[in-house]
């Protein structure tokens, strides 16, 4: 049973209290029964020295007289005994009480008497049944005389003096228990609270403070746990200030963080990791079988949580590239860090992809004007020879310019460069001129337009929209046959889905565009490579477009210049059939009512 402090105090106080009147109600019956006994002791002793002096003085008197005198003048027993120990005179009238002539010299007092002439004893009397005081004395004629004096009245003053003592005792003990429970109320009233305070402090309420307005040590002590509080809600404050801020930092980052238990089970993982290994909000029951069953993931885990530090090495895990870094936790457990380098692996693919293909595609034209060059230094060269040679040589240089041209227009356009600035570009005139640039005599290629209402014009850069529709009206005439023909064609496009980058580099919502197609009745591309046809030197039919002059980057070039208005291009080809491309510009905006 648990006891409060208050009530500890106030039991203390009680029996404290109840001991001390105890102890007063004892030594207060002893000094006072000590003391009336010394007061009758006095009194009877004078009482027997005059007695004894009566006896002396009345040698004519026999001593059962002198007893039964001296008794009825002081009110004693008295008891006169010889020397061998008969009684030979008694005060008492009742002789069954005090028999003449029985032998005394076993009583102390009388015993004491007759060898040191005084004697002195408090015991209970054998006739009377009572407790007595006795002093006897030796008397000039050799006898003892004796006066006995019953206690029973010392008994009962004794008593009744107990029962008031006993009587202001309870008061006392009633009062002190008042006190002593008010007292401990007070005292533990400040420690309670406190006692509160601390336990609130201990389960997280650090808003609590104890209230007291004492001078004493209780207000010290009061004083300092709420010090003690402020202090630690400051820290608490401060320590969440920087595990807020680590968390932001942690999950702002772009490499991937996966925090692990010692028995390898998943504690936290900011967004990036999630994403890559896919993880959603699982935590805690997450083994490193359930994030990723490579094995080099597996053993970065395993090296990590036997406590070796991990250095940078990359692994591969759902189609992702990964450089990943483990270190081992003082406590058990690891931190693994992963960056995403897959876009970096892809960049280092498209360079080496670009490199490969650019150098191929500048090595064919300088084989050709280095041969035909060699050629034309041989003086015996028949003269038709020489102009032929010339023109292949002339257009191979042309070839070699145009792959240059574009390579540099795609590094400005990549590079940002280039800057919009859009302008109302009518479809019509700009495609008709386009168009006349184009090599149609010997394949007599028609050009049709079908631009709907409201989409005759576009919101763009108008230098762009003419190398958009240059490039992929030279692709549709280098892969049409004979007598085609090529459709520049307009429709209503999505609506508030895109934005527009305006001239000096910022976006604005554009609320319309306009869908643009170039359409052809070539060959057409197989399915397998429309994914591909607006990357760089990419051919769907290589010798093919060689053989027709391209370049390999109009596609490349149109792509990038269409994104940097906001819009997007798409391919659809059937084979024998046809190719289109589609491509979304900014519509016109609205033109502003007319005001009345």
């Keep these: 049973m648990r006891i409060r402090a208050d009530q500890q105090l106030f039991l203390s106080y009680l029996v404290l209290i109840s001991l001390l009147t105890l102890a007063l109600s004892v030594g207060a019956d002893s000094l006072l029964r000590r003391h009336l006994l010394g007061s009758i002791e006095l009194e009877l002793r004078r009482e027997l020295e005059l007695g004894r002096v009566v006896y002396d003085i009345s040698p004519d008197l026999t001593p059962d007289s002198v007893a039964v005198l001296v008794g009825t003048l002081s009110g004693r027993r008295v008891t006169i005994v010889d020397p061998e120990g008969r009684a030979v005179g008694e005060s008492s009238e009742s002789p069954a009480d005090a028999p003449i002539g029985n032998d005394y010299r076993n009583r102390p007092e009388i015993s004491a008497a007759l060898e040191n002439g005084e004697g002195r004893a408090v ?80 389960a997280g309420d650090l808003s609590r403070r104890v209230k007291l307005e004492r001078e004493d040590e ?62 959603g909000s699982r935590t805690g029951s997450v083994t490193p079988e359930m994030i990723s069953r490579r094995p080099d993931f597996l053993r970065l ?21 990964l450089l990943a870094t483990a270190h ?30 650019a150098s191929h595609e500048l090595k064919t034209p300088l084989t050709v004007i280095r041969g035909y060059s060699e050629t034309l230094l041989d003086p015996e060269l028949p003269p038709e020879l020489v102009g032929r040679f010339a023109e292949i040589v002339k257009a191979n240089a042309d070839r070699l310019q145009r792959i240059v041209d574009d390579l540099l227009d795609l590094s400005r356009l990549e590079g940002g460069g280039w800057q919009v600035e859009p302008a109302l570009v009518p479809l019509d005139p700009a495609a008709r001129e386009i168009w006349r640039t184009q090599t149609l005599a010997e394949k007599e290629i028609e050009l049709r337009l079908d631009l709907s209402q409201g989409h005759e014009e576009v919101w763009a850069d108008p230098e762009a929209v003419r190398q958009i529709l240059s490039n992929l009206f030279s692709n549709a005439v280098r892969y049409s046959p004979k007598g085609g023909v090529v459709t520049l064609r307009t429709r209503d496009g999505a609506v508030g889905q895109h934005v527009q980058r305006a001239g000096d ?18 060959s057409g591309i197989p399915a397998v490579h429309l994914s591909r046809i607006f990357e760089r030197f990419y051919r769907a039919d290589p010798a093919r477009a060689r053989e027709d002059g391209g370049t390999g980057l109009g596609l490349s ?40």
């Design 218 to 279: 209780l207000g010290d002590l009061g004083l300092a746990l709420n010090t003690l509080a402020d202090e630690l809600q400051r820290r608490l404050a401060q320590l969440e200030g920087e595990r807020a801020e680590m968390q932001a930092l942690i999950d702002s980052m772009s490499e991937g963080v996966l925090a692990v238990g010692p028995n390898g089970t998943l504690r936290r993982s900011n967004p990036a990791a999630s994403r890559m290994f896919a993880l």
């Design 123 to 202: 015991r209970r009397s054998e006739q009377l049944d009572d407790e007595h005081l006795y002093l006897a004395t030796r008397t000039g004629r050799g006898d003892i005389m004796r006066l006995g004096m019953p206690l029973s009245d010392i008994s009962a003053a004794l008593a009744s003096v107990q029962r008031g003592i006993l009587w202001v005792a309870i008061g006392a003990v009633f009062l002190a228990a008042l006190f002593s429970f008010g007292f401990s109320l007070a005292v533990t009233r400040p420690l309670r609270r406190i006692g509160d305070a601390a336990r609130a402090l201990a």
């Design 301 to 321: 885990v395993s090296m990590a949580l036997e406590g070796q530090g991990v250095p940078a090495r990359e692994l591969s895990t759902g189609g992702m590239s």
């Design 505 to 522: 580099g910022a976006y604005a919502p554009v609320n319309r565009w306009t869908v643009v197609e170039v359409e052809d009745q070539g």
């Design 557 to 596: 070039i149109v792509k990038h210049l269409v994104e940097s208005h906001g819009g997007w291009t798409e391919a659809e080809s059937r084979v024998g059939v046809g190719t289109t491309i589609r491509f979304v510009l900014p519509a016109p905006p609205p033109l502003p009512s007319p005001s009345l």
């Design 328 to 357: 081992p936790l003082p406590d058990g457990g690891a931190v693994l860090v992963f960056l995403d380098i897959s876009e970096l692996r892809r960049l280092e693919g498209v360079r080496r992809d670009f490199v490969a293909n």
